[in-house]
């Protein structure tokens, strides 16, 4: 089955520097992938979708020169926090779906990340 | 804007009983309603996809059900068995989904 693969599982960082998280769609190609946010017992909110060759598109409220978002190929997207703060400490998911217009989407198994 | 809400926030019951988890939504026009499965600092788990034509879907002990017009769903796990304990979303949507806030299930040996 379709698998989407993120990495790092886990990253403890400090203020002020900025994390990379990849997320690989690795058996199917990904024209688009979703970045979601996570905090404690609330549920997933969509931060921005991942366009191939082009600019993500941010939700409201999401500071694109803060989550910066690069799609250089169908298969991988990255999401970089830049000057992290200890208020971006969440769970990131990524998630991709397979080519298929009823085909579920698929989710990686998340960053947790905790800045100090 | 969609909402969708889940209920109740938290389940405990008994080994091998049957259980049933609510999905409610505000707009009735969805493309797709999935299900998903979170186990504790972990990603998600796609249990069922329902399109918006259907109005069910069944996975060995799971079934889920869709009622556009009333704005809800359901999953029906049957014969419940620890290995179920988890969260429960359900999330509305083509590409970019509405999520529920989950329903956290635990089943008691």
């Known amino acids: 089955g379709a698998v989407v693969s993120q990495h790092p599982s886990r990253v403890i960082c400090k203020s002020g520097t900025s994390v990379k998280i990849e997320c690989r769609s690795l058996?199917?190609?990904?024209?688009?992938m979703f970045w979601y946010r996570q905090f404690p017992k609330q549920s997933l909110m969509l931060m921005a979708t991942s366009n191939e060759g082009s600019k993500a598109t941010y939700e409201q409220g999401v500071e694109k020169d803060k989550f910066l978002i690069n799609h250089a190929s169908l298969t991988l997207s990255t999401l970089t926090v830049t000057s992290a703060h200890p208020e971006d400490s969440s769970f990131y998911i990524c998630?991709?779906?397979?080519?298929?217009?009823?085909?579920?989407?698929?989710f990686g198994n998340g960053t947790r990340l905790t800045v100090t | 804007k969609q909402e969708v809400t889940q209920i109740p926030a938290a389940l405990s019951v008994p080994e091998g009983e049957n259980l049933v988890l609510n999905c409610s939504f505000t707009?009735?026009?969805?493309?797709?309603l999935q299900w998903f499965r979170q186990d504790p600092g972990k990603g998600l788990t796609s249990l069922l996809l329902i399109q918006s034509s259907q109005r069910e879907q069944t996975s060995g002990r799971l079934n889920a059900s869709l009622d556009k017009s009333s704005g809800r769903s359901t999953l029906y796990i049957a014969a419940s068995q620890p290995g179920d304990s988890a969260t429960y979303l359900c999330a509305v949507g083509a590409q970019k989904l509405v999520f529920g806030q989950g329903t956290r299930l635990t089943i008691n040996p």
């Open positions: 707009d009735s026009a969805i493309y797709n």
């Open positions: 998630s991709a779906r397979p080519p298929g217009a009823n085909s579920p989407l698929h």
């Open positions: 058996d199917f190609q990904a024209t688009t």
